[in-house]
């Protein structure tokens, strides 16, 4: 079995992908997150890095989503990896 990783890029994509769903910005985003640009947002989108455990909780209320649903796991050998892998501790 390999150690279970997220794929940032996919992730990223589907940041994006929620967001132009339910008609916002990255201004928008940017903005109920509390950040005074929205670099950060942009540098998910990405997939350059990924957002903190409290930003993807938060995502998740403003999306009304799961935290799983907004990750993407990588896949080996053809195969996603089961999302319980990916239980934070």
């Not at 940017?30 to 997939?47: C, D, H, I, T």
């Not at 649903?69 to 990588?74: R, W, Y």
Request: net charge negative.
């Amino acid at each position: 079995m390999e150690y279970p990783s997220l794929d940032v890029q996919a992730t990223g994509e589907r940041i994006r992908s929620l967001r132009v769903d339910r008609h916002l910005r990255v201004e928008d985003i940017a903005l109920f997150m509390g950040f005074e640009s929205p670099n950060a947002v942009y540098k998910w989108q990405r997939g350059e890095c990924l957002p903190t455990v409290d930003n993807l909780y938060a995502l998740s209320r403003l999306f009304e989503t799961t935290v799983d649903d907004i990750l993407i796991p990588t896949k080996g050998e053809g195969e996603s990896l089961p999302l319980h892998f990916f239980m934070i501790l």
